[in-house]
T-cell receptor, first 112, second 113 residues
Framework: EDQVTQSPEALRLQEGESSSLNCSYT??????LFWYRQDPGKGPEFLFT???AGEEKEKERLKATLTKKESFLHITAPKPEDSATYLC?????????????FGQGTTLQVKP | GAVVSQHPSWVICKSGTSVKIECRSL??????MFWYRQFPKQSLMLMAT?????????EQGVEKDKFLINHASLTLSTLTVTSAHPEDSSFYIC?????????FGPGTRLLVL
């Protein structure tokens, strides 16, 4: 069964304290792994897509990496405005509809 | 680019009435849109896949007669919650696919009294 597990569930950081969020997955043929950011009461905002092991993508203080079993979202020197829930989702190769399987998310709080 | 809107953003209705939620892709055409439901402090739960010009595909456990989906054009999909009850109160979010990536709308919060 295709599955996505994110850890930790919640993370509190001081401003400037770098850390990483984990997304472990089991899927029958990975078509793509997606990272989204969701603020309270809003829809998810697209961050990155990763397609193959070894791939990395960066955007400002965020960097996403991918292996055959997991993905990491590295946050360098976070700021309070980085506080949000970060969602990881995978698209299985068996899906011809583009359906995503979501993890439960990691809620990040960055304190000034 | 890749902007998705939803209307309304917030709706309150009485039990037994029907509510329609619109999802529009503003700057691109989407043959496939998705409808999700999200409960507080939980992740997104896929309700159905909406394909332009054909019937929606519902996930297991989602009542198709209760949650009517219409994808009449390449930029518009609608979700109608029929005979709404308090347990239908939730945050409903749509997404539209562009280049293999799902872009999400801002969500619609439904409260059924």
């Amino acid at each position: 069964e295709d599955q996505v597990t994110q850890s930790p569930e919640a993370l509190r950081l001081q401003e400037g304290e770098s850390s990483s969020l984990n997304c472990s997955y089991t899927v029958s043929g990975l078509r793509g792994l997606f990272w989204y950011r969701q603020d309270p009461g809003k829809g998810p905002e697209f961050l990155f897509t990763l397609y193959s092991a070894g791939e990395e993508k960066e955007k400002e203080r965020l960097k996403a990496t991918l292996t055959k079993k997991e993905s990491f979202l590295h946050i360098t020197a976070p700021k309070p405005e980085d506080s949000a829930t970060y969602l990881c989702a995978v698209q299985a190769g068996s899906s011809n509809t583009g359906k995503l399987i979501f993890g439960q998310g990691t809620t990040l709080q960055v304190k000034p | 680019g890749a902007v998705v809107s939803q209307h309304p953003s917030w709706v309150i209705c009485k039990s037994g009435t029907s509510v329609k939620i619109e999802c529009r892709s503003l700057d691109f055409q989407a043959t496939t849109m998705f409808w999700y439901r999200q409960f507080p402090k939980q992740s997104l739960m896929l309700m159905a896949t909406s394909n332009e010009g054909s019937k929606a595909t519902y996930e297991q456990g989602v009542e198709k007669d209760k949650f009517l989906i219409n994808h009449a054009s390449l930029t518009l999909s609608t979700l109608t919650v029929t005979s709404a009850h308090p347990e239908d109160s939730s945050f409903y979010i749509c997404s539209a696919t562009l280049g293999g990536t799902q872009y999400f709308g801002p969500g619609t919060r439904l409260l059924v009294l």
